[in-house]
Nanobody
Framework: QVQLVESGGGLVQAGGSLRLSCAAS????????MGWFRQAPGKEREFVAV????????WYADSVRGRSTISRDKAKNTVSLQMNGLRPGDTAIYYC???????????????WGQGTQVTVCI
């Protein structure tokens, strides 16, 4: 049974940093894409960053490119998202995803985590 468990969300001031982690179990996902998506109140879920299960390549949404880094630890079977220079507009529930199939005009993944709240205040 596949499980994705996120951690690391919280309340942070604008300009601060957070590191989100996702622990995967039930599959190694070595040959699949994993990623992070987010959903703000009243908005649709959107792509943030995607990484191949082997660690490369990576893709980023324009809104976070240059401020965020997605990484993969195959030994621990985790995927992380380091976010710097956080803005109030980054406030959302962040979801870990595995076996990602789409992330541009539509999003899709085989498995989703429960999500972790990130709130950025001024």
């Amino acid at each position: 049974q596949v499980q994705l468990v996120e951690s690391g969300g919280g309340l942070v001031q604008a300009g601060g940093s957070l590191r989100l982690s996702c622990a995967a179990s039930g599959d190694t996902f070595s040959n699949n894409l994993m990623g992070w998506f987010r959903q703000a109140p009243g908005k649709e879920r959107e792509f943030v960053a995607v990484i191949h299960g082997n660690g490369q390549p990576t893709w980023y949404a324009d809104s976070v490119r240059g401020r965020s880094t997605i990484s993969r630890d195959k030994a621990k079977n985790t995927v992380s998202l380091q976010m710097n220079g956080l803005r109030p507009g980054d406030t959302a529930i962040y979801y870990c995803a595995a076996k990602v199939t789409h992330w541009s005009t539509k999003i899709g993944a085989g498995f989703w985590g429960q999500g972790t709240q990130v709130t950025v205040c001024i």
